[in-house]
T-cell receptor
Framework: GQQVMQIPQYQHVQEGEDFTTYCNSS?????IQWYKQRPGGHPVFLIQLVKSGEVKKQKRLTFQFGEAKKNSSLHITATQTTDVGTYFCAGPYSGAGSYQLTFGKGTKLSVIP | NAGVTQTPKFRILKIGQSMTLQCTQD?????MYWYRQDPGMGLKLIYY???????DKGEVPNGYNVSRSTTEDFPLRLELAAPSQTSVYFCASSYGGFTDTQYFGPGTRLTVL
């Protein structure tokens, strides 16, 4: 079953408002990755978090990894129309004798100008 | 570097037809992956390869086959296409395993009628 839950599934914001998406895992993760997919495009790697409680920033984007390494969040400050897209978290899970990267269903962000 | 390239970009198949989706990477990555993405869903791993001559099943392998004769190429074969295989297919590669950044190709949009 689904091991990585992401909420919300959709988010509509006015340009300039903040946005947050949350990722929850059923098990402890060794690391978590975040990807962005523009409409009609392909996923593009944003960042990887490895340490418990880690916080990383990329301009207006702030990524956090929970203390228990079972949840993560992505926060965008003052959204812009260029932020439109679907944001996915992904974590490595054991499956069929090896680790596989399992993706959440993503949060689709719409920004109203 | 072109990165990860996929052909074709679009394809329409009739039920029962077969086809091969091509994927090539020029980054000398060891790992390669095939995912499918259905509307509103995350990415599901179909097959992956840890190097030339070595492939393994992912989460949703039924109805597909792969081969990896070279480091660069990782074709995905659909035999006896079914409507349930209508999806967008992404090929990806990474230097290391599932904890490494994955680089995605532009995708192939497949419709089976």
């Amino acid at each position: 079953g689904q091991q990585v839950m992401q909420i919300p599934q959709y988010q509509h914001v006015q340009e300039g408002e903040d946005f947050t998406t949350y990722c929850n895992s059923s098990t402890t993760l060794s690391n978590i990755q975040w990807y962005k997919q523009r409409p009609g495009g392909h996923p593009v790697f944003l960042i990887q978090l490895v340490k418990s409680g880690e916080v990383k920033k990329q301009k207006r984007l702030t990524f956090q990894f929970g203390e228990a390494k079972k949840n993560s969040s992505l926060h965008i400050t003052a959204t812009q129309t260029t932020d439109v897209g679907t944001y996915f978290c992904a974590g490595p899970y054991s499956g069929a004798g090896s680790y596989q990267l399992t993706f959440g269903k993503g949060t689709k962000l719409s920004v109203i100008p | 570097n072109a990165g990860v390239t996929q052909t074709p970009k679009f394809r329409i198949l009739k039920i029962g037809q077969s086809m091969t989706l091509q994927c090539t990477q020029d980054m000398n990555h060891n790992y390669m992956y095939w995912y499918r993405q259905d509307p509103g869903m995350g990415l599901k791993l179909i097959y992956y390869s840890v190097g030339a001559g070595i492939t393994d099943k992912g989460e949703v392998p039924n109805g597909y086959n792969v081969s990896r004769s070279t480091t660069e190429d990782f074709p995905l074969r659909l035999e006896l296409a079914a409507p349930s295989q209508t999806s967008v297919y992404f090929c990806a590669s990474s230097y290391g395993g599932f904890t490494d950044t994955q680089y995605f190709g532009p995708g192939t949009r497949l419709t089976v009628l």
